[in-house]
């Protein structure tokens, strides 16, 4: 349940996580009624509801940040089509200055 309480949880899989924590509440209400059964079974269906929203946001997240990618991509070539010049990460030499071996 703690890893499924993380930032992108709560921001991609709000309702998984939430059904999650509404049947752990419901566990802890049958162990104290002495139910331990049922307990048990709401604590197992917590627990794979606060993986399943864990799952869906880790999903989530990297679509967008694939789609952020993409967007990068199309704007290094629409640069490159217009000839603008993009600096390589590598290349940390000046421009205006050759190299000889």
């Given at each position: 349940?703690?890893?499924?309480?993380?930032?992108?949880?709560?921001?991609?899989?709000a309702?998984?996580?939430?059904q999650?924590?509404?049947?752990?509440?419901?566990?802890?209400?049958?162990?104290?009624?002495?139910?331990?059964?049922?307990?048990?079974?709401?604590?197992?269906?917590?627990?794979?509801?606060?993986?399943?929203?864990?799952?869906?946001?880790?999903?989530?997240?990297?679509?967008?940040?694939?789609?952020?990618?993409?967007?990068?991509?199309?704007?290094?070539?629409?640069?490159?089509?217009?000839?603008?010049?993009?600096?390589?990460?590598?290349?940390?030499r000046?421009?205006?200055?050759?190299?000889?071996?």
């Amino acid at each position: 349940m703690e890893h499924a309480d993380s930032a992108n949880v709560q921001r991609y899989a709000a309702a998984d996580l939430n059904q999650a924590h509404d049947k752990l509440s419901a566990a802890q209400k049958a162990v104290a009624a002495d139910k331990n059964t049922i307990a048990r079974q709401r604590a197992n269906e917590a627990a794979a509801d606060a993986e399943l929203a864990s799952a869906r946001a880790d999903a989530r997240a990297a679509e967008e940040a694939a789609q952020e990618r993409e967007k990068s991509l199309e704007m290094l070539r629409q640069e490159a089509a217009r000839g603008v010049a993009v600096p390589r990460p590598d290349d940390t030499r000046p421009n205006d200055q050759e190299t000889h071996p």
